[in-house]
């Protein structure tokens, strides 16, 4: 397999959108919501289902795709069979595909969270864009409510820029970034030969310092028209702004791809985006930015 | 019920009001000088003890600090509960998901930093017993893994203030400090648990395996549906319930709980109160007003009853050996200096930030001090290797970050 098209390839523009078709009671909203984004960016879309192909599905997803309304011109649909998470990662670098698109469940249970659901999955491993739509709707409304994770990384950077090219598309006029402080062992180090100014002194100055990179970093960010503003959370990292989208009533959480392949072990002993993902707070957006 | 008699009360009070207030003076001086806590408890401990007050006024110091007793058995019961919530307290801050996130620099870093001092003071006992007096063939063993698990073992306390007076706690070399140094705490715990079962067990084959199988089993229930139901029912404690009574009450039950069942199954409590420590530590609801309250309490009255308690139980300059002194010195700065340095080198860091990576992990502390008390306490070390151990524990800690400083090339 070539993937030389993939590397270095910026996260946006988006050019080839994806979603898979599994014939769920919730098929026409994701696809409804697919059309939305696709037109929305201009881009082609493939339509990916992982099983056999008999006349029954063929008609409906033409009835559906009919109902729709793809353009002809700009959609084609894969049939393929095989393992559904491995081979839709694979028709996804195969395809250049810049975004996919799936329906996911807020939560599911313990069993299925610890061996993991294929949206889950998908999100965890791949090397394109995932967007995770929790209520999917045959009439799809834009993400105005955007919350951004912040974090202190070098992938950051690219999801800011990426998410200011989304949110002019989208018509969204503000866009909120998140900065989640959390100091392990203050608490303990603190609790040693510290007057209470002094430990307050200190912690005062840990937040600050994580401020003033963030701040930085949005300097240098090219917003055009967008407002973007700036928010910081103290809290368990992945914890602290799931919970705060979710007050927040927000339509879209972003976060950056994972740095490691995310394994059991990540879900036993939780840590950042597995937050989220053990209990998503709204639809979620993980931005792959190929660095 | 046996009951402390009107003297031995008075006794019991006054010991422990000049444990208490003795250490937070000499802490607070130390403070003035950037010198550890514990530091200043220790010294307390030695000038209330046998070492000097035993020696100028042999009377009051016995009558003060009775060695045997009702009062001595009663302190001897306080300074054990304050063991266990120090490890407590010591989870608490072991936060398990910090090492995944460090990938392979602090997967380098923290298992060269375990194995090389473990293999460097597990070899050196194992060929030279006679250095450290050892003579019975069972104790040989246990005492070679002892010390290989004390040179293996971080203080974190002191680690992460180190790293936040110089201003990189958030950087990568910091945080693959923590993190390096949690893994540390962890496993050393872990298999010192081990050691001190088997030393004060005299445990049958059977009863180890019991013991390995049960420890194992109740582990990974702590860490998964034990932290499913600390996660459901925290929220609810803290908010239902008297605040912070309730929560603290809960915790602290929690934690006696689990060292007591730990103990009952032949490992030692403490490994219970810190697996406790973790699973509570992790939560994602564990209110951080609490964590610091149930901190302040721990570390500022039960650390330092523990801690001058020390002193008054040995004699540190007739049990000063300046010999195997040198010897855990150099074994300490070798093992883990090499360990963590190496690992932080292969973990892609320059050789100076590995360097003080090195020196950074080798900052033993409290934890030190606390594992060297229960071996001797269970008769795996003799008071001459206690007092080698505590030496390099404060040594090792004021080293390390002028070493540190001085390999970053920080002012």
Redesign the interface.
Known sequence: MDLSRLKKRASFPFETIATAVAFSPRLESILAETKRISVLFNTNLVLIHIGEKTTEKEETLDKLIEKIGFDKDKYRIIWMDGDPVDTILKLCKLNTVDLIILGALEKEN?FKYYVGSIARKISRRAKCSVLLLTNPSVSPKKFKKIIINGV?NIKTIHTLRAMVYFARYEKTKNITVVQEVN???????????NTAPEANK?KKE?VQ??SIKLQAMLDSLDKMDIEVTMKTL???PG?AISNYAKIKNADLLVFNSP??HLGI??R?????IE?VLADLPCNLLIIHSRV | MYKLSHHDLIILLASMSAMLIFSRIASELGRKLKFPGVMGELIVGILLGPTILGEIAPDFSHSLFPKVGNVSIALDGIVKISVIMMLFVAGLEVQLPLMLKQGKAAVYTSSLSMVIPFLTGFLVAWFFPNLFEIKDEKQHLLFSLFLGTALAISALPVIARILMDMNIFKTRIGMIIIASAMFNDLLGWLIFSFIISFMSGGASTVNVWYSIASIIGFGLFMLTLGKKLIDRALPWIQTKLSWPGGVLAILLGSCFLCAAFTESIGIHAILGAFIAGIAFGDSVHLNEKAREIIHQFVTNIFAPLFFVSIGLSVNFIENFNWLIVVIILVLAYVGKVAGAGIGAYLGGFTKKESLAIGFGMNARGAMEIILGNLALNAGLINETVFVALVIMALITSLSSAPLMRKFLELN
């Open positions: 313990l202190d100091i392990p062992t203050l608490a303990m180090t603190m609790a040693d030969s200190i840990l310092e994580e103290n809290g368990k914890y740095d490691t072990f990540d036993i002993f939780t840590h950042d937050y």
